[in-house]
């Protein structure tokens, strides 16, 4: 079983759409923020589409995640990188994220307060064209932590896909 958590609209062939609200790609309403209603270890693969950046609490989102996914289950994340303007655009995003935020779910020393149970197995940091965007992305490829440290915001990216995989 595949999930699309917050699709709104968008329709993907093969995924359940649950969303909040009664929109035309929602096949089950139901709050994402709370327990979901499926069984433990039942679902294979789990996508969200501009949705986290409105989520307060990741970490129980993907606690949540954890517990109805099969091990080895796939989970991919699209958002606006934390220097995009859409990140900030829309009153409602409660966070804005960077290349490495979903790190904490693998480390150790967290999570017995974020959960664990994920690994980031990819992600991609998209830019715009022109010479600032060509620019942020060669930097970026020389390095990914250097790039966020000292020239994000001279820089800027555009989207930010995070490729998970559930272990249990």
Known sequence: MKLNLGCGNKRMPGFIGVDLYPCEAADILCDITGRLPF???SIDEIYLDNVIEHIRDIPALMKEV???SKNGAQMTIITPHLT???????PTHVHHLSYFSFDHFEKA???HYVGGGLKVVGRK???GGGVLGLTGRLIFT???KKYEEKY???FRASTLTF??????
């Open 152 to 154: 994000c915001f001279i």
């Open 125 to 127: 940091l998209s830019f």
């Open 66 to 68: 954890v517990r109805v």
């Open 109 to 111: 020393s967290v999570t």
């Open 163 to 168: 490729y998970l995989k559930v272990t249990k």
């Open 142 to 144: 020389l390095s990914p």
């Open 39 to 41: 069984r433990d270890s």
């Open 84 to 90: 995009s303007l859409s990140s900030w655009r829309d």
